[in-house]
């Protein structure tokens, strides 16, 4: 079959042919749908000199944020039916620590006994015609849901998600306000997160004037980046600052704009990996704020992401691709020329 490998660092993958696995005991197979292009793999291909964690070792195929239709069912699989479509939560973990019992595969304890991160990180994933997953990664999405689409939620979706419901108890209340910075995939969908869960004023910021005027279509109140960007966002909070920011950049200047624009007693989570750090000092940022980083998700806040799904709260927007043209879209994303989230389609 054909998939997008990764076969080093600071090297692009490549569309090749690799034998089509066969699910092992508790695992079944996919007939992927769809496969999410994230900027993460970027980070593999083009950013990162080396493996950051020891567990992603190439050659392996992309593809974290997958959906599919099961095509094959590994022995000892019950409660699942051939042809149904099923999202595919990412992380795997041990399986038996008290992280991955609530769920929370990210934050395994026994992660080198597992030797990989996720599907596509580390193990192969979903950027191909067929992938593998173990059956307690799959959340059902029902006949009437599109997989394709759906597939951006296992991570744009659910990441966003998880950091906003740690910073959800500082937006309970009136006259309350989110500031989220970074207007990607994990961006835009983090708009639609918080105007359906919450009454806060959301802010959103971007250097993109085409991201921030989709922003405003869902419901935000978008500052430009550049000179005056905290000067405009305080003011918007009548000088008080925001109760919470959510920065999926994480890089420096992102940080520093967190730090300026937050109110005393709000909280930070940072959700980008961009590689920035921000001095603190007991002056340098408002007292009592919270800070925080977080990395995906738990399987059962995914269940709750494709209910918001199908409630028609959340809808990110994507781009289809061939698996022929999988290699466009992961130089699009490179290129930063992408305004919806890249999918590719195995079998359109």
Same mark, same amino acid.
């Given at each position: 079959?054909?998939?997008?490998?990764?076969?080093?660092?600071?090297?692009?993958?490549?569309?090749?042919?690799?034998?089509?696995?066969? *699910?092992?005991?508790?695992?079944?197979?996919?007939?992927?749908? =769809?496969?999410?292009? %994230?900027?993460?793999d !970027?980070?593999? #291909?083009?950013?990162?000199?080396? /493996?950051?964690?020891?567990?992603?070792?190439?050659?392996?195929?992309?593809?974290h944020?997958?959906?599919?239709?099961?095509?094959?069912?590994?022995?000892?699989?019950r409660?699942?039916?051939?042809?149904?479509a099923?999202? %595919?939560?990412? $992380?795997?973990?041990?399986?038996?620590?008290?992280?991955?019992?609530?769920?929370?595969?990210?934050?395994?304890?026994?992660?080198?006994? !597992?030797?990989?991160?996720?599907?596509?990180?580390?193990?192969? =994933? @979903?950027?191909?015609?067929?992938? !593998?997953?173990?059956?307690?990664?799959?959340? $059902?999405?029902?006949?009437?849901? &599109?997989?394709?689409?759906?597939? *951006?939620?296992?991570?744009?979706?659910?990441?966003?998600?998880?950091?906003?419901?740690?910073?959800?108890?500082?937006?309970?209340? @009136?006259?309350?306000?989110?500031?989220?910075?970074?207007?990607?995939?994990?961006?835009?969908?983090?708009?639609?997160?918080?105007?359906?869960?919450?009454?806060?004023?959301?802010?959103?910021? /971007?250097?993109?004037?085409?991201?921030?005027?989709?922003?405003?279509?869902?419901?935000?109140?978008?500052?430009?980046?550049? &000179?005056?960007?905290?000067?405009?966002?305080? &003011?918007?909070?009548?000088?008080? =600052?925001?109760?919470a920011?959510? /920065?999926?950049?994480?890089?420096?200047?992102?940080?520093?704009?967190?730090?300026?624009?937050?109110?005393q007693?709000?909280?930070?989570?940072?959700?980008?990996?961009?590689?920035?750090?921000?001095?603190?000092?007991? #002056?340098?940022?408002?007292?009592e704020?919270?800070?925080?980083?977080?990395?995906?998700?738990?399987?059962?806040?995914?269940?709750?992401?494709?209910?918001?799904?199908?409630? @028609?709260?959340?809808?990110?927007?994507i781009?289809? #691709?061939?698996?022929? /043209?999988?290699?466009?879209?992961?130089?699009?994303?490179?290129?930063?020329?992408?305004?919806?989230?890249?999918?590719?389609? $195995?079998?359109?």
């Amino acid at each position: 079959m054909r998939a997008v490998v990764f076969e080093g660092y600071r090297q692009f993958p490549v569309l090749t042919e690799v034998e089509r696995p066969t *699910p092992g005991p508790g695992e079944v197979l996919l007939k992927v749908a =769809g496969a999410g292009a %994230c900027h993460s793999d !970027v980070g593999l #291909f083009a950013e990162f000199e080396s /493996d950051p964690t020891g567990l992603m070792t190439p050659p392996f195929v992309l593809g974290h944020e997958n959906s599919g239709w099961v095509e094959e069912l590994g022995e000892g699989v019950r409660g699942v039916e051939i042809g149904a479509a099923y999202l %595919c939560y990412g $992380p795997i973990g041990c399986g038996r620590c008290p992280a991955c019992s609530r769920g929370q595969d990210t934050y395994c304890h026994r992660p080198t006994d !597992v030797g990989y991160l996720a599907n596509g990180l580390g193990r192969d =994933g @979903g950027m191909a015609e067929y992938m !593998v997953a173990p059956v307690r990664n799959l959340v $059902p999405l029902g006949e009437d849901v &599109d997989p394709v689409a759906a597939a *951006p939620l296992a991570d744009a979706g659910l990441t966003p998600y998880h950091a906003i419901k740690r910073v959800l108890p500082r937006l309970a209340g @009136g006259g309350r306000s989110v500031l989220v910075i970074g207007l990607g995939g994990l961006g835009l969908v983090a708009v639609q997160i918080l105007t359906a869960l919450t009454g806060a004023t959301v802010i959103a910021t /971007d250097t993109k004037p085409e991201a921030m005027e989709q922003a405003r279509a869902l419901g935000a109140v978008t500052v430009p980046g550049g &000179d005056g960007q905290v000067e405009a966002i305080r &003011d918007l909070t009548g000088g008080r =600052g925001v109760d919470a920011v959510v /920065d999926l950049v994480g890089a420096t200047p992102t940080l520093a704009l967190a730090a300026a624009t937050v109110a005393q007693r709000g909280a930070i989570v940072v959700v980008g990996i961009g590689g920035g750090t921000h001095p603190w000092s007991f #002056f340098s940022m408002p007292y009592e704020v919270d800070f925080t980083s977080t990395y995906w998700g738990t399987i059962e806040e995914l269940h709750e992401v494709v209910a918001m799904y199908r409630a @028609g709260q959340i809808r990110p927007t994507i781009e289809r #691709f061939a698996l022929d /043209d999988a290699l466009e879209a992961y130089r699009r994303l490179t290129d930063g020329t992408l305004s919806a989230r890249a999918v590719v389609v $195995p079998h359109g």
